[in-house]
């Protein structure tokens, strides 16, 4: 079955600290996989996505194939990075629609 | 910059009531989307449709309908609203294609009371 699990419900860090957000997928086949955020009153907006190896607002994933998994991380978390995160994946199993995680709520403590 | 546009940010209903949500957007996207937004269950989708007047149910299309008569809107139906349909819903766009991202409105909280 195709799946993402975000096991998190719930992450609270100091300012300062690292982060990491846990994604893992069950898929067969070859999976695009995205992160999405929301901010506080604004829009669910596309925060990066594997293929494109690029670091956004200090945030990296890497696609983990042996372990299935597509953490983001950010070693320094700020404030302004409160938010609530998705981890999602599409591919030609699902017809490219996207499978999403249940979300994981980022606090970050001053 | 695709601007995805869903017609209300909030709106109140009463059970039983016929309920239209609508959604426009801007960057000829043949792929939209309706989802429901709900606390620890994130995103589940309703339905999606790839094409004008075509339609593909997502996975709680129960108690809902939808209508894509032209390609940038795409309206969502409860066709007679009941209490548990009480959340956020949530409208994407998304160009044909692998690993292309959906763009999202800004959401409608919508109350059924």
């Known amino acids: 079955a195709q799946r993402v699990t975000q096991p998190e419900k719930l992450l609270s860090v100091f300012k300062g600290a690292p982060v990491e957000l846990k994604c893992n997928y069950s898929?067969?086949?070859?999976?695009?996989l995205f992160w999405y955020v929301q901010y506080s009153r604004q829009r669910l907006q596309l925060l990066l996505r594997?293929?494109?190896?690029?670091s956004i607002k200090g945030f990296t994933a890497d696609l983990n194939k042996g372990e299935t998994s597509f953490h983001l991380k950010k070693p320094f978390a700020q404030e302004e990075d409160s938010a609530m995160y998705y981890c999602?994946?599409?591919?030609?199993?699902?017809?490219?629609?996207?499978?999403w995680g249940a979300g994981t709520k980022l606090i970050i403590k001053p | 910059d695709v601007k995805v546009t869903q017609s209300s940010r909030y709106l109140v209903k009463r059970t039983g009531e016929k309920v239209f949500l609508e959604c426009v957007q801007d960057?000829?996207?043949?792929?939209m989307f309706w989802y429901r937004q709900d606390p620890g269950l994130g995103l589940r989708l309703i339905y999606f449709?790839?094409?004008?007047?075509?339609?593909e149910k997502g996975d709680i299309p129960e108690g809902y309908s939808v209508s894509r008569e032209k390609k940038e809107r795409f309206s969502l139906i409860l066709e007679s609203a009941s209490t548990n349909q009480t959340s956020m819903y949530l409208c994407?766009?998304?160009?044909?294609?692998?690993?292309?991202?959906?763009?999202f409105g800004d959401g409608t909280r919508l109350s059924i009371l």
């Open positions: 898929y067969s086949g070859s999976p695009e």
């Open positions: 994407a766009s998304m160009s044909v294609g692998s690993n292309q991202p959906q763009h």
């Open positions: 999602a994946l599409s591919g030609a199993n699902s017809n490219y629609q996207l499978i």
């Open positions: 960057m000829d996207h043949e792929n």
């Open positions: 594997h293929i494109s190896r690029e």
């Open positions: 449709s790839y094409d004008v007047k075509m339609k």
